[in-house]
């Protein structure tokens, strides 16, 4: 049994000093960096000139205004619906 356990820390030891993976290393984020340039409908949309399609500005403005007040109002208390629960002692 000792010389089991001797072993296996020299094993543990020995995977300490292994060398790395060079070839997982290298592709690290692949997968993450194709996902996002999968979902960019137009790249050079920074570099164009052109009117955006969709919502005009005062409905934008607008949305924008509810958005940023969201974070700031407290949100309306829920109704909570209690059956066969009490608190009595």
């Known amino acids: 049994m000792k010389h089991f356990t001797c072993l296996a820390m020299l094993l543990a ?4 000093c292994g ?30 000139n052109r009117a ?3 919502i005009d500005g005062a409905s934008a ?9 969201s974070f700031t109002e ?5 109704s909570v619906f209690t059956i066969g629960v009490s608190g009595a002692k």
């Open 61 to 69: 403005a607008a949305a924008q205004e509810r958005y940023r007040k």
């Open 13 to 16: 030891c020995c995977a300490g």
């Open 19 to 48: 060398s790395t993976t060079p070839q997982w290393d290298s592709r690290f984020g692949d997968a993450t960096r194709t996902a996002f340039a999968q979902q960019v409908m137009y790249p050079d949309a920074g570099r164009a």
């Open 74 to 78: 407290p949100p309306a208390p829920a």
């Open 52 to 54: 955006v399609n969709g």
